[in-house]
């Protein structure tokens, strides 16, 4: 994953998902591995980290960014407002995470 982020972003840091919206056709690349470093780091399970990743990948898609911290901070909220939704309806257990 590290590769496609230099490659295509030209940064050579980790991430846990790079978003590719083609107009007609989306490709989101998660990398399991680093998802799950982030969810001992913050306390999330697995699950709950995979999820948060692909709305976060989603988010990208719709044109949100992440580049500075009120875009951050923004972004969060929405995962988390997407992921009490997700909650809501499949009865999952989910405690958002904070910025």
């Known amino acids: 994953m590290s590769a496609l982020h230099e490659e295509f972003l030209q940064d050579s840091s980790a991430t846990d998902v790079m978003t590719f919206d083609y107009g007609d056709a989306l490709e989101i690349f998660i990398a399991p591995a680093y998802v799950a470093l982030l969810c001992k780091e913050y306390g999330e399970t697995f699950a709950e980290g995979i999820r948060r990743t692909m709305v976060h990948g989603l988010l990208h898609a719709a044109g949100r960014r992440d580049d500075t911290p009120a875009h ?3 972004m969060r909220n929405e995962e988390n407002f997407y992921l009490n939704l997700w909650k809501e309806m499949f009865h999952v257990k989910h ?3 904070a910025v």
Request: net charge neutral.
């Open 95 to 97: 405690v958002g995470r």
């Open 72 to 74: 951050e901070a923004a």
